[in-house]
């Protein structure tokens, strides 16, 4: 039996163990329950459910462990003994205590197939897992002794085949090195009639050598000259750019000059304009009499590039300083923020 056919067997136990089980609980449950009833306060009906529910509980915890025990190859001791048998007793008592009381014997034969069948099935659910815990552990032996046997014999034949090698590469070098002394003796008879072809040959070359440099250098000088000759003519050149551009800038920096002077006389001159034809609106003094809305909107702007208050503007046209109060505000609006003087000032820098 291999590993997979193990670990089926033990897939079929735990379900096969489960299905008991949770049969078994469910048929406790709806047995039991009402036994507990007949048993409890009638205020506390609703509690019956909870005694098999505690029991079967225990069961439950007692399988799983001795499952996972098992598996592990260990053992918990007498407890687990205990518990596992208090709770089937209990279980076996409670499902037929009912039947027991009314001296069914039937009754109490049947509700106790279940109990029974739970209490066998853990005993000998934890039996076959030890067994197939024991028996898997032996299949692992069983497999590591011929794994380890496996493996001593390829190192033999590793061995064995290290040494043919080892005995065929001392031969093969022997025959090698042999060969290798023949190729030096005819590598230095060749190499010493090329060293007598190459010294032939370096005289020749350094005698064209020669030729060649002395050419070279008669080339190079003459390049040199021209050279020089292009350097000045060129040095020449530049130093006429450089002064046209010299004789160019100083021209647009002159023109800039007098422009900027003439931007600032009219710009003066339109501050000047401004300011005259603002005194003229302001000067007026109060108005006797509420003067026409052509006229009185020129004042109030006046005025509100001035600094005046509102009173003072009123005063100036004749309306009213709510009127002149509406105007200021559609000034400040249009984005009449400062005097007319930086208005203008703004306007000529721009």
């Given at each position: 039996?291999?590993?997979?056919?193990?670990?089926?067997?033990?897939?079929?136990?735990?379900?096969?163990?489960?299905?008991?089980?949770?049969?078994?609980?469910?048929?406790?449950?709806?047995?039991?329950?009402?036994?507990?009833?007949?048993?409890?306060?009638?205020?506390?009906?609703?509690?019956?459910?909870?005694?098999?529910?505690?029991?079967?509980?225990?069961?439950?915890?007692?399988?799983?462990?001795?499952?996972?025990?098992?598996?592990?190859?260990?053992?918990?001791?007498?407890?687990?003994?205990?518990?596992?048998?208090?709770?089937?007793?209990?279980?076996?008592a409670l499902n037929v205590a009912d039947s027991a009381l009314w001296k069914d014997l039937v009754g109490a034969a049947v509700h106790a197939v279940a109990p029974l069948l739970l209490i066998v099935t853990a005993e000998t659910g934890l039996a076959y897992r030890r067994a197939i815990a024991a028996a898997t552990a032996a299949l692992n032996e069983e497999q590591q002794a011929e794994r380890a046997a496996r493996e001593?014999?390829?190192?033999?034949?590793?061995?064995?085949?290290?040494?043919?090698?080892?005995?065929?590469?001392?031969?093969?070098?022997?025959?090698?090195?042999?060969?290798?002394?023949?190729?030096?003796?005819?590598?230095?008879?060749?190499?010493?009639?090329?060293?007598?072809?190459?010294?032939?040959?370096?005289?020749?070359?350094?005698?064209?050598?020669?030729?060649?440099?002395?050419?070279?250098?008669?080339?190079?000088?003459?390049?040199?000259?021209?050279?020089?000759?292009?350097?000045?003519?060129?040095?020449?050149?530049?130093?006429?750019?450089?002064?046209?551009?010299?004789?160019?800038?100083?021209?647009?920096?002159?023109?800039?000059?007098?422009?900027?002077?003439?931007?600032?006389?009219?710009?003066?001159?339109?501050?000047?304009?401004?300011?005259?034809?603002?005194?003229?609106?302001?000067?007026?003094?109060?108005?006797?009499?509420?003067?026409?809305?052509?006229?009185?909107?020129?004042?109030?702007?006046?005025?509100?590039?001035?600094?005046?208050?509102?009173?003072?503007?009123?005063?100036?046209?004749?309306?009213?300083?709510?009127?002149?109060?509406?105007?200021?505000?559609?000034?400040?609006?249009?984005?009449?923020?400062?005097?007319?003087?930086?208005?203008?000032?703004?306007?000529?820098?721009?």
């Amino acid at each position: 039996m291999n590993a997979v056919q193990i670990r089926s067997a033990e897939r079929a136990l735990s379900v096969g163990t489960w299905l008991i089980v949770a049969g078994a609980m469910l048929y406790s449950i709806l047995t039991v329950t009402p036994l507990a009833a007949k048993h409890t306060p009638d205020k506390w009906d609703w509690t019956a459910p909870i005694l098999p529910l505690v029991v079967d509980a225990a069961v439950v915890i007692v399988v799983r462990l001795d499952a996972v025990l098992a598996a592990l190859g260990g053992h918990g001791g007498k407890w687990p003994i205990v518990l596992r048998w208090m709770t089937g007793c209990m279980t076996l008592a409670l499902n037929v205590a009912d039947s027991a009381l009314w001296k069914d014997l039937v009754g109490a034969a049947v509700h106790a197939v279940a109990p029974l069948l739970l209490i066998v099935t853990a005993e000998t659910g934890l039996a076959y897992r030890r067994a197939i815990a024991a028996a898997t552990a032996a299949l692992n032996e069983e497999q590591q002794a011929e794994r380890a046997a496996r493996e001593q014999a390829a190192a033999e034949r590793r061995e064995t085949a290290a040494r043919l090698a080892r005995e065929e590469r001392e031969h093969t070098a022997a025959l090698a090195r042999e060969q290798r002394e023949h190729e030096a003796r005819l590598v230095r008879e060749q190499a010493e009639r090329e060293e007598r072809a190459r010294r032939e040959e370096v005289e020749r070359a350094e005698v064209r050598e020669r030729a060649e440099r002395e050419q070279r250098e008669r080339a190079e000088r003459e390049r040199e000259q021209q050279q020089r000759e292009r350097e000045r003519r060129e040095q020449a050149e530049a130093e006429q750019r450089e002064q046209a551009r010299q004789q160019h800038a100083e021209r647009e920096r002159r023109e800039h000059v007098e422009r900027a002077a003439r931007v600032e006389r009219e710009r003066r001159e339109h501050v000047a304009r401004a300011e005259r034809e603002r005194a003229a609106l302001l000067s007026g003094g109060p108005a006797t009499a509420k003067l026409a809305e052509d006229r009185a909107r020129p004042i109030v702007q006046a005025a509100f590039e001035a600094g005046l208050p509102t009173r003072a503007a009123a005063e100036l046209c004749g309306w009213s300083v709510g009127w002149v109060s509406t105007r200021y505000q559609e000034l400040r609006d249009a984005g009449h923020h400062g005097t007319a003087r930086e208005a203008v000032a703004a306007e000529a820098v721009a």
